[in-house]
Structures are given as structure tokens and as C-alpha cells.
């Protein structure tokens, strides 16, 4: 009968773990991928900006629309989404 309640203890527990804090660990949340976009973004626009003003690339280019092609990414509700 021991030995059964070891085992049950043993189950519970790895399924617990399997079921929280391995799996959190195993997902990125779409939070963290929104602020890694959003970095992106962000320093993708100073470096065209940075080559407007150096004469590398024409001005008439939108800097943001250069970038968001480049990267793949989209503006939707003020963040930055993959397409």
C-alpha cells in the first residue's frame, strides 16, 4: 500500500510540473515576441534613419514601412505582429 502512495505521489507531482512550470517555460509568451518585435522595430528605424541622413537611402522612403517589410512584421493595435 506504500509503495501505491509513493507511486501516486510520484505521478502527481511530475504531472504538476509537466503541466505548469515546464510548459510556461516551454512557450514564449506573445508578450515577450510583441517587446522583441517591438526592439526590432525600433533600432531597424534609427539605422534607416541614420542612412537617410547619411544620403544612403533616398528620403522620400518611409523608414517604418522599410522595416516592417524587411522584418516581415505588421502594425496591429499599436504593437508589432508577424504576418
Not at 510556461?24 to 522595430?41: G, V
Request: net charge negative; charged share 30%; glycine share 6%.
Amino acid at each position: 500500500m506504500a509503495r501505491l502512495v509513493i507511486v501516486l505521489a510520484v505521478i502527481g507531482i511530475a504531472y504538476w510540473y509537466w503541466s505548469g512550470p515546464y510548459q510556461d517555460s516551454a512557450n514564449t509568451p506573445a508578450e515577450d515576441d510583441t517587446k522583441r518585435n517591438a526592439e526590432i522595430m525600433r533600432r531597424c528605424i534609427a539605422d534607416e534613419n541614420f542612412a537617410e541622413a547619411d544620403g544612403i537611402r533616398s528620403p522620400g522612403e518611409d523608414a517604418e514601412e522599410v522595416c516592417a517589410d524587411e522584418n516581415n512584421l505588421m502594425k496591429m493595435y499599436g504593437e508589432w505582429y508577424h504576418r
